[in-house]
């Protein structure tokens, strides 16, 4: 998944509210939907490199996913703990 910087300043980057794995990338797709971002598909038109790292602890996921799916209903396009938290201004 890659994004314009501008778009990802738009929804305040990726929700570090988020604990343990999963649904992150599904929430940040919902929220830059949500702000009018529009999807491109870009298979086999770029190179993909992923990092390697630990997975983290699954036990989280279903409150994850509960999360992404009530932001979903109420099309919200802020994260809670996001870019802003960290000083970037946008």
Same mark, same amino acid.
Not at 20 to 45: I, N, P, Q, T
Not at 65 to 85: F, P
């Given at each position: ?8 300043? !738009? ?5 570090? @509210?988020? !604990? ?7 929430? #940040?797709? #919902? ?19 992923? %990092?390697?790292?630990?997975? #983290? ?5 279903? @409150? ?14 802020? #994260?809670?703990?996001? %870019? ?7």
């Amino acid at each position: 998944m890659a994004f314009w910087r501008s778009d990802l300043e !738009r929804v305040n980057g990726f929700d570090e @509210s988020f !604990r343990g794995w999963g649904y992150e990338d599904s929430d #940040a797709v #919902a929220r830059l939907f949500h702000a009018g971002v529009m999807r491109k598909d870009g298979a086999f038109s770029t190179e993909i490199f992923h %990092l390697w790292h630990r997975e #983290a602890k699954r036990d989280q996921a279903s @409150s994850n996913q509960h999360i992404v799916l009530e932001r979903m209903k109420t099309k919200e396009t802020q #994260a809670a703990r996001g %870019l802003r938290e960290h000083g970037v201004t946008v």
